[in-house]
């Protein structure tokens, strides 16, 4: 069974930066694909951020530049290192993760495995 376990997630102002993390359990991290989504109250979920096997990285338009992806695979985390957070980056942060080994994975439907959520909230 695995498990993703998100944690980071607060209240920071404008121009501040977090770092989220995601612990996975039950599977063979390495070789997965991780990725970071996100949900804004009354919106649909939104693809932010992957990195799979090769740490090949995809981002977002909307954060490209200002948000990093990384892994770390001797700790079975994936990392996702926030800066110049704006009041439209407040949202659950969904950590997600799939055992597909392909370039380039930006929907929820290509996922299969999914985390709890932690809230991010940045004030003006």
């Known amino acids: 069974q695995v498990q993703l376990l998100e944690s980071g997630g607060g209240l920071v102002q404008v121009g501040g930066s977090l770092r989220l993390s995601c612990a996975a359990s039950g599977c063979t991290f390495s070789s997965y694909t991780m990725g970071w989504f996100r949900q804004a109250p009354g919106k649909e979920r939104e693809f932010v951020a992957q990195i799979n096997w090769r740490t090949t990285t995809y981002y977002s338009d909307s954060v490209k530049g200002r948000f990093t992806i990384s892994r770390d695979n001797a700790k079975n985390t994936v990392y996702l290192q926030m800066n110049s957070l704006k009041p439209e980056d407040t949202a659950i942060y969904y950590c997600?993760?799939?055992?597909?080994?392909?370039?380039?994975?930006?929907?929820?439907?290509?996922?299969?495995?999914w985390g709890q959520g932690t809230q991010v909230t940045v004030s003006s």
């Open positions: 997600t993760a799939t055992p597909r080994s392909g370039l380039l994975y930006v929907t929820a439907a290509q996922y299969d495995y």
